[in-house]
């Protein structure tokens, strides 16, 4: 069993930066595909990012790609996003995930999301 909890967000103006952070326990993260996934008012949840624990990789959704990345510190068993230029439309409740097993890819994950999730952080941009 994996416990996630997500930190860091908060209201931010158009164009500004937040770094969200999430803290798991109960297992190490160095074996884990780590991912975020956002949910915005009156939207289905999306993918926003993802990284995979055996290489390394990341891969983002198009609307994120340039303008947010993930890392990991498994040492820490922390997995961050961070996040630039950040746009009115980036508002929603941000919510960290862990997978174990093996690497699905980045699509299997965008759409059937993961086994584990935080209770999620609001991100709030304003314009």
């Known amino acids: 069993q994996v416990q996630l909890v997500e930190s860091g967000g908060g209201l931010v103006q158009a164009g500004g930066s937040l770094r969200l952070s999430c803290a798991a326990s109960g297992r190490t993260l160095s074996s884990s595909t780590m991912g975020w996934f956002r949910q915005a008012p009156g939207k289905e949840r999306e993918f926003v990012a993802v990284?995979?624990?055996?290489?390394?990789?990341?891969y983002y959704a198009d609307s994120v790609k340039g303008r947010f990345t993930i890392s990991r510190d498994n040492a820490k068993n922390t997995v961050y996003l961070q996040m630039n230029s950040l746009k009115p439309e980036d508002t929603a409740v941000y919510y960290c995930?862990?997978?174990?097993?093996?690497?699905?890819?980045?699509?299997?994950?965008?759409?059937?999301?993961?086994?584990?999730w935080g209770k999620g952080t609001l991100v709030t941009v304003s314009s």
């Open positions: 990284s995979t624990w055996s290489s390394g990789n990341t």
């Open positions: 995930a862990a997978d174990g097993g093996s690497w699905k890819g980045r699509d299997w994950y965008a759409r059937y999301g993961m086994n584990y």
